[in-house]
């Protein structure tokens, strides 16, 4: 079933549930994607029915790999590529595969908002998890004088802090 990215940008701000994937190539998905997309290649999506090694595995266990969940609370899975062909098949193997709610959007170019690399997303979480850890230490006192009222290896002498 085809949406549209308008469509797509009103379901990420109301649905939880919903499930946005990238089927291009890992390559081409760090290079740029909208934010919040799994990545999993056209072709595992592709696999998952021709090969038997890869079958056995499934569609849920590439996506687990891929730090993705394609479980029942998916309400909507949405699927993009560059130019909607590589989508309209994923769309058509995972229905195959017998997944339900399943949406083509279509290619990434007529998506109006922000793209993001996966560098970009990496450093944004280990920002927030940098702040988290400094909140945490100043919260228990870790962060003020290190636990000692004596000049530390930075050379800064923590007791006036």
């Known amino acids: 079933m ?11 701000g109301e649905d939880p ?20 997309a799994g990545n999993m290649a056209v072709d595992d999506i592709c696999d998952c029915l021709y090969d038997e090694a890869i079958a056995e595995r499934g569609l849920d266990g590439i996506a687990h790999a891929r730090g993705m969940e394609l479980s029942d609370d998916a309400s909507v ?17 995972m229905e195959a595969l017998g997944y339900m709610n399943v949406y ?15 560098a970009q997303e990496r450093a944004e979480k280990l920002l927030e998890a940098d702040k988290a850890a400094v909140a945490a230490a100043r919260k ?9 009222d004596r000049a530390c290896s930075c050379g800064h002498d923590h007791a006036e802090d």
Request: glycine share 16%; net charge negative.
């Open 2 to 12: 085809k949406i549209d990215m308008a469509e797509v940008e009103d379901l990420l």
């Open 17 to 36: 549930h919903m499930l946005l994937v990238d089927v291009r190539t890992r390559a081409e998905f760090d290079e740029g994607h909208i934010p919040g």
């Open 77 to 93: 899975i949405v699927l993009y590529c560059r130019s909607g062909q590589r989508s309209a098949r994923a769309v058509e193997h």
């Open 104 to 118: 083509d959007a279509g290619g990434i170019g007529g998506w109006h908002g922000e793209v993001v690399t996966s």
């Open 140 to 148: 228990t006192g870790h962060a003020r004088g290190h636990g000692h």
